[in-house]
């Protein structure tokens, strides 16, 4: 029914427009031309009055005498966001409340032959919070937005705008059946070994009246007896030497695929299909002489976890397309990652988001829609997030991807850390309820509601992410730490080599977008820090001011624009190397690193590594390095510099490393060799240097180059605007059409190239050593390349 001419108006408006579903008010008001492109400048000021109305879709469709004649007609909405009344041929029946709850009726009794009209009401959801908020003694932090089971983000955050929007944004179809449909599908592993896999299904089968039906997967099947309603068939499935899902850099990614098929009689009633991969996962938290070790078992193997946090790909999520979603999980795999973070302040993602993570070996950390704020706890409300908890759970337990559901995003560590109780001017009889209704729903309902549903081995619940906040010593040896001690809290780069955790799941710092995606979100004549335009696309309140303070530690600050915005990518790009590299070199103690944050939902500058049209920063490049599976690192170590071989692959390896000290000018000045073993999984300091004997030498422009095999690593002893750099002369050779070399008479700092026409390098903002040459894989033949390294901004 997606498909039928559908109209909306805003409610005792006769005018109507033409609407598309799914979709949302703001763009078919967009596609109207009846506002602005909401992106576009400061738009977004200017459109807030959309939120605070009352929304009416519609449309007529025909139904023929035989379609009637089916037993069943069910009306379906996949997303109904949020709060809608739904008339069928003018009568109600339907009152959704929850963005993300799947909504079905029996409609047949509804429904007559030729024209139907099905209408949708959405009510504000802004006012239907502050109507919920009056009904309380006290004010919950976070205000309107934390009594509506509505996409956390819309109601704006630090990189995202407020777009309080309302729609049928997920598909809505009449569904016909008669005697029998398939439900549900789940499994477990009752048994995995080399030789054999055991799986048990559980298929929930609906049937119109008692009858016996036949059960096929794939080429085993049995006959069951049914009573009328749901029924619950299990059945059991071997799989002779069964090959493992592996996650991405560890093996592959296998999956079998599975067809279901009830039948009657040799007439077959409903399908469905089913890929699922074969792994055992567990979260390893033992206590130890530090605290308590946090860390994933994937096949009986520790894995180290790399990765980011993903928050929704747009403000509007039906212009969201399976491609986006797929294209945002390839450039995960692409920079080495294993694992994504689905944050607590958006959306359950799309099944593609999940099937591309299943098909490209990336685990999810899957939290539930919760984020920053307490929420409420009456029974109404619990019930409702119940009944959203089971209907995404069933949704996506089979993903072989899906390692670890949360309970929420910081909404432990707010109210233990963020001073909420003096702010809201608590008593303690509110504060004891307060806690006392997160603990319902975080601590009893989503544990208690996950056991109803998950065989043990799919269970695994933290209630809260992080378990405890920066500030307090205990988040670096327990539990999973956001630590923001780095741009929240001003510290320098340096610090993060010193404030380890054992599990980092949130750390990030701000860098600008290319000027082609800020072009896109404004006029020319605003690409300067003072334009309204350019400052809403910043939503930190002190965010351009934040960069800017790191930027005079480490760079020497350009006056030109691009420059700024190319000189911001790199501190940040710096900033996240420290970090990553940090965290890696103290495995095992450390056990996982997921920045903040992936991706974008509109054109902004933010912690992203990716913008919101997918192009890479110079960070997403830098991740890319700093998460090979097999990794070298430099770390300043008091008299020393420490070298460290990071190994995550499975399996050890002996080889001859070099160490040399070049001269920005190509000199070599000392070199070493050693021939090495690495042990598989591990981390290991394989050189050492005395910071005495390099005193002969200047380390402003002196590099130490080490290599080992394929794997190298280029390490620098003054921060960027310390370093004496000279003019480079950087050549540029098309080797074909897919490939060039670069070359410079003396060291070329951070090289970025760019061109006329739209076209992806393997690898940009790099380093050239003086007399070496570099080969880059392009995706299409470059036209007219530009080239900028750090020096032309130093001047």
């Not at 929007?165 to 179809?173: A, F, H, L, P």
């Not at 039906?318 to 692409?334: C, G, H, I, M, Q």
């Not at 030109?560 to 501190?571: A, H, K, N």
């Not at 001269?663 to 981390?683: A, P, Q, Y």
């Amino acid at each position: 029914m997606s498909s039928e001419n559908w109209t909306f108006n805003k409610q005792n408006e006769t005018q109507k427009q033409k609407a598309t579903i799914p979709g949302t008010v703001h763009t078919d008001l967009f596609q109207n031309q009846l506002i602005p492109d909401p992106f576009f400048g400061a738009n977004e000021k200017q459109l807030q009055w959309i939120e605070n109305e009352v929304w009416e879709y519609e449309t007529y469709f025909t139904l023929s005498e035989s379609e009637l004649k089916n037993e069943n007609i069910d009306l379906e909405f996949e997303g109904l966001d949020t709060y809608a009344t739904v008339y069928l041929n003018e009568k109600v029946v339907l009152e959704a409340n929850n963005m993300f709850r799947n909504w079905r009726i029996s409609a047949k009794s509804q429904l007559k032959m030729g024209t139907n009209h099905l209408k949708v009401v959405f009510h504000s959801a802004v006012q239907k919070g502050k109507e919920e908020a009056e009904k309380l003694s006290y004010t919950l932090p976070e205000k309107e937005r934390v009594f509506v089971r509505k996409a956390q983000y819309q109601f704006g955050w630090d990189w995202g705008p407020r777009f309080v929007t309302v729609g049928i944004w997920k598909n809505v179809q009449l569904k016909f059946w008669n005697s029998a449909k398939i439900e549900n599908i789940k499994y477990s592993q009752i048994e995995l070994n080399d030789q054999k896999a055991i799986l048990e299904f559980t298929t929930e089968v609906s049937v119109f009246k008692e009858k016996s039906i036949q059960l096929k997967i794939n080429e085993k099947s049995a006959t069951f007896n049914l009573k009328k309603g749901k029924n619950k068939i299990k059945m059991q499935y071997e799989i002779a030497n069964p090959k493992l899902w592996w996650s991405n850099g560890l093996g592959e990614a296998n999956l079998y695929s599975f067809t279901f098929e009830i039948s009657q009689k040799n007439q077959l009633m409903d399908s469905k299909k089913l890929h699922i991969g074969l792994r055992t996962i567990e979260l390893v938290k033992e206590k130890d002489q530090f605290g308590s070790s946090f860390y994933f078992k994937l096949n009986g193997k520790p894995v180290f976890m790399k990765g980011a946090n993903v928050v929704p790909p747009d403000s509007f999520l039906p212009r969201v397309s399976d491609s986006t979603y797929f294209s945002l999980v390839e450039n995960a795999k692409n920079a080495n990652m294993n694992m994504l973070r689905v944050w607590g302040g958006g959306v359950y993602f799309d099944d593609a988001f999940y099937e591309a993570c299943d098909a490209k070996g990336i685990l999810v950390w899957q939290d539930f829609m919760f984020a920053c704020a307490m929420y409420p706890g009456d029974e109404k409300f619990v019930q409702n997030i119940k009944q959203e908890v089971i209907d995404n759970v069933n949704r996506l337990q089979n993903h072989p991807s899906i390692a670890i559901w949360c309970g929420n995003n910081e909404n432990d560590e707010g109210w233990h850390n963020w001073g909420w109780q003096k702010q809201f001017n608590y008593s303690k009889a509110d504060s004891t309820k307060i806690w006392n209704d997160y603990k319902k729903v975080f601590h009893e309902m989503i544990p208690q509601t996950l056991d109803s549903l998950l065989p043990k081995e799919k269970n695994i619940y933290w209630s809260s992410s992080p378990s405890k906040g920066w500030g307090r010593k205990e988040s670096l040896t327990q539990g999973d730490v956001h630590y923001w001690g780095v741009w929240w809290g001003k510290e320098p780069f340096e610090i993060y080599e010193k404030k380890v955790g054992r599990f980092i799941s949130e750390y990030g710092f701000q860098g600008m977008p290319n000027l082609g995606t800020l072009q896109k979100s404004m006029a020319q004549e605003d690409l300067n820090f003072t334009s309204e335009a350019f400052r809403n696309h910043q939503k930190h309140p002190t965010g351009f001011e934040t960069i800017k303070e790191y930027m005079e530690r480490d760079y020497v600050v350009p006056k030109d624009f691009e420059d700024y915005l190319y000189v911001s990518q790199l501190l940040q790009a710096r900033g996240m190397k420290t970090a990553i590299e940090a965290h890696r070199r103290a495995k095992p103690y450390c056990m996982g690193t997921l920045y903040w944050q992936l991706n974008d939902c509109w054109p902004v500058t933010s912690w992203s590594s990716l913008d919101y049209y997918g192009n890479w920063k110079a960070f997403h490049y830098q991740a890319k390095r700093s998460f090979e599976n097999v990794m070298l690192s430099v770390a300043d170590e008091n008299e020393k510099f420490k070298v460290y071989f990071v190994n995550d692959n499975l399996e050890s390896f002996s080889g001859k490393m070099e160490l040399e000290l070049i001269s920005f000018d190509g000199k070599l000045l000392w070199k070493t060799s050693k021939e090495i073993t690495i042990e598989e999984n591990l981390s290991t300091i394989v050189y050492e240097l005395l910071k005495e004997d390099l005193k002969l030498f200047d380390l402003q422009q002196t590099v130490l180059k080490v290599q080992f095999n394929e794997v190298k690593s280029n390490y620098f002893f003054a921060k960027p605007k310390e370093l004496k750099l000279q003019k480079p002369t950087i050549q540029i050779k098309m080797l074909n059409d897919f490939m060039i070399e670069i070359s410079s008479d003396v060291l070329a700092k951070d090289v970025f190239l760019s061109t006329e026409n739209e076209v992806f390098f393997e690898d940009n903002y790099f380093d050239v050593l003086p007399n070496q040459k570099r080969i880059i894989n392009v995706s299409k033949t470059p036209k007219n390349i530009k080239v900028k390294s750090l020096f032309d901004t130093m001047q």
